[in-house]
């Protein structure tokens, strides 16, 4: 299992599900954690490797990043693997500190089942205790499950163009 810190408190079941999921906060890279994000990795993009070692390693040492994960609470109370992750990062712009989510993905396995849900709200709860004015993310409108979800616990879709440049 990773080295995580975090209150690991369960988070109550969709009424779908008879599990429950624990959130962490991970603090070091392990091989748990590199197998996990070699099998979510593709389940959130084709077009991107899942990371190594040391771009983990760089992510959660990075104070302005918070990388949660999600692991599966199993029938004796027991923590199981990784389930999902979140990526929450923090920047500071001349109106205050903001934050966004990024790169959140659960197992298909797990899916429906309240997982996302809990990710989201740790980081909702992270940044608010940092003191983020907001917290923004982008969903594709094909995930539709998603921006639900998203929409569910409070987010409002914006009116913006969102551009992207890239190298």
């Given at each position: 299992m990773s080295d995580a810190s975090s209150d690991p408190s369960p988070v109550a079941p969709?009424?779908?599900?008879?599990?429950?999921?624990?959130?962490?906060?991970v603090a070091t890279v392990d091989d748990e954690l590199l197998a996990a994000f070699e099998r979510l990795i593709p389940q959130?993009?084709?077009?991107s490797p899942p990371p190594s070692r040391q771009q983990l390693a760089a992510?959660?040492?990075?104070?302005?990043?918070?990388?949660?994960?999600?692991?599966?609470?199993?029938?004796?109370?027991t923590t199981e693997g990784i389930?999902?992750?979140?990526?929450?990062?923090?920047?500071?712009?001349?109106?205050?500190l903001k934050a966004w989510i990024e790169d959140v993905v659960v197992d298909e396995a797990a899916r429906?089942?309240?997982?996302?849900?809990?990710?989201?709200n740790a980081a909702l709860?992270?940044?608010?205790?940092?003191g983020s004015k907001d917290v923004s993310l982008t969903s594709r409108p094909a995930k539709e499950?998603?921006?639900?979800?998203?929409?569910?616990i409070g987010f409002e879709a914006r009116e913006t163009n969102v551009y992207r440049y890239k190298f």
């Open positions: 969709d009424a779908a599900d008879e599990s429950a999921v624990t959130i962490d906060t959130l993009s084709s077009s992510l959660i040492d990075n104070s302005e990043t918070v990388l949660f994960v999600a692991r599966e609470i199993g029938s004796e109370g389930i999902g992750s979140l990526t929450l990062a923090f920047y500071r712009i001349p109106t205050g429906g089942r309240g997982v996302g849900a809990a990710l989201t709860a992270e940044a608010r205790t940092r499950a998603a921006n639900r979800l998203y929409q569910r």
